[in-house]
Every structure is written in structure tokens, then in C-alpha cells.
């Protein structure tokens, strides 16, 4: 299923895709797209099981927005360097094992929200991500297959990053990764069955119309099995909680001098295979 919420920001509706695009209404089965509803399979079941029989009324998506996929985030886990291109290109060691940090919830956004560079930002960076979110209290796991039964579903993230921030104003990466709008997320949450091998999905993002990155989940350091195994190792993931698992090469802190850094007017337009496309133009904040 292809589940998604529209709506004025703060008063999103859930709603569902299917498979012919028709924009489906679900708030008759469901308070909203949550860790609750992902942690519930008769839930789930119900949603899919009207969706099957046509029973589920019809959304006119004219000038509605796309807002975040999920509701009441409880964390957002990154992992960074985790693809080999991306390690190569940023000359960074591949690490022995998955770098983690944190982004605060209240960095998402929905797929095509604003997102703005900001105030002081000289080296704001794109970064296309697979995020996955959790669907089974995860803790202590002892595989990548036991972590690939705790994933709910998939969307696409984008990282957004600033790079002086995080690298260059010491501490640790937090600086440059919480800046507001600096996650938007969307436009779906396709459930796993829909996505039967997360390590084979394409990856791409333009910059105002130019292909940037063009990446493949194949290239992960540590596949989304074991990145969700090993997260449940040091913290437990609740139903609801998303993990960004990395971004291929072709950032702006990869290029050559001058670098390509985002400006207010530029427009990042990225995908995941299967899950969505999500287009943001930039503003100042």
C-alpha cells in the first residue's frame, strides 16, 4: 500500500494511492498514519481489505498538499558515509561499522514544503536517502533478516545538510543536520510488501534541473537489514520511529571547488524507485 496524509500542515488527513493514482480517503478506518496504525496488523488488514473491495471514498487531490507520510515521529536514526561512492568521493575511510546521529522530528516536512537555507548558511547540501520506518518494537535483534521483519515500510528522505555546520563549528554533527525544514519526507509510506528488496532501488536528485546524484542502495555499506539490527543494539525502535539510511555520491561537498552549495531560488527535485518524488524550492530564512 502507498499511504500518505494531505492537507494544511498541522491538519493532515490520511489517505491512501491506489493502484490506478486515485487519492483515497482513510480517515473512516484510521486516525491517522501513525506508529500506532503500522503497529496494528487487523488495522492494516481492515485498510487493505477496503481498499481491495473499492469501498474507500474518493480524495479530489486538486491543489491539495502532500504533507509528511507520518505522524508523531518519535526519532529520526541516520547513518552516515554509508555507501561506498559516497565515502570515495568525500575521501572519508568506509567506516567498520554504521555512524550514527540523530535529526529531531520537527525537521519534517512534507515532500514539496519549502525548505529554507539558514541565516549564517554558506554550504548548504542536498542528500537523496532511502528512509525506513519501523512497524515492531525492535530491541537486541539478532539478524539483518529479524531486522528486516521490524520494517513497516519505506520512503524517501531527503537529508538535508549544512556542511560548515557540521563539520567545521566542532561537536558533533547535530549542528548542521537540525536546522528547520531540513527533513522533508514523502510523499508516501509504502509498506514493505510492496518493496520485496530494499537493496536494489535506484536513487536520484537534480538541482535545478541537472541529475546530481544517480545512486543504487546496492552501493550501502551496511544493508537496511542490518542497519535496523544493529540500531537495536544501542537504543530500541519503537513502531513510528524512521531511519535515514545514507546517500550515494554526488553531493556538493563531493565536487570540485566551487562547490555547487543550495541558494535561495534553487529548486532539488529527488526519487527512490517505487516510493515517490518530492520537489522543494529553496528560500532564505
Not at 498541522?10 to 493502484?19: F, N, Q, S, T, V
Amino acid at each position: 500500500m502507498k499511504l500518505l496524509r494531505v492537507g494544511t500542515a498541522g491538519r493532515e488527513r490520511p489517505a491512501l494511492l491506489d493502484p490506478d493514482g486515485t487519492l483515497r480517503d482513510l480517515s473512516g478506518l484510521a486516525a491517522d498514519i501513525d506508529g500506532t496504525l503500522l503497529a496494528d496488523e487487523d488495522a492494516l488488514g481492515r485498510i487493505r481489505s477496503a481498499a481491495a473491495a473499492g469501498d474507500l471514498p474518493a480524495l479530489d487531490a486538486t491543489g491539495l498538499r502532500t504533507g509528511p507520510p507520518l505522524a508523531r515521529i518519535g526519532k529520526i536514526v541516520c547513518i552516515g558515509l554509508n555507501y561506498h561512492d559516497h565515502a570515495r568521493e568525500t575521501g572519508a575511510e568506509p567506516p567498520a561499522e554504521p555512524v550514527v546521529f540523530f535529526k529531531a522530528p520537527d525537521t519534517v516536512v512534507g515532500p514539496d514544503d519549502t525548505v529554507l537555507i539558514p541565516r549564517g548558511s554558506v554550504k548548504t547540501d542536498w542528500e537523496v536517502e532511502l528512509a525506513v520506518v519501523v512497524g515492531r518494537t525492535a530491541r537486541y535483534l539478532d539478524s539483518a533478516e529479524e531486522g528486516l521483519a521490524h520494517v513497516a515500510g519505506y520512503a524517501v528522505a531527503h537529508d538535508v545538510s549544512e556542511r560548515e555546520f557540521q563539520i567545521e563549528r566542532g561537536g558533533t554533527w547535530d549542528k548542521g543536520k537540525n536546522c528547520e525544514t531540513f527533513n522533508p519526507l514523502g510523499p508516501w509510506l509504502v509498506t514493505a510488501d510492496e518493496v520485496p528488496d530494499p537493496q536494489n532501488l535506484s536513487l536520484r536528485l537534480w538541482v535545478n534541473g541537472e541529475l546530481k546524484q544517480d545512486g543504487t542502495t546496492a552501493e550501502q555499506i551496511f544493508p537496511v537489514g542490518e542497519v535496523v539490527r544493529y540500531v537495536s543494539r544501542f537504543m530500541t525502535l519503537y513502531p513510528g520511529d524512521v531511519i535515514n539510511t545514507g546517500t550515494p555520491a554526488g553531493v556538493a561537498m563531493g565536487h570540485p571547488e566551487p562547490k555547487p552549495y543550495l541558494r535561495a531560488g534553487d529548486v532539488v527535485e529527488l526519487e527512490v524507485t517505487g516510493l515517490g518524488r518530492q520537489r522543494q524550492v529553496l528560500a532564505q530564512a
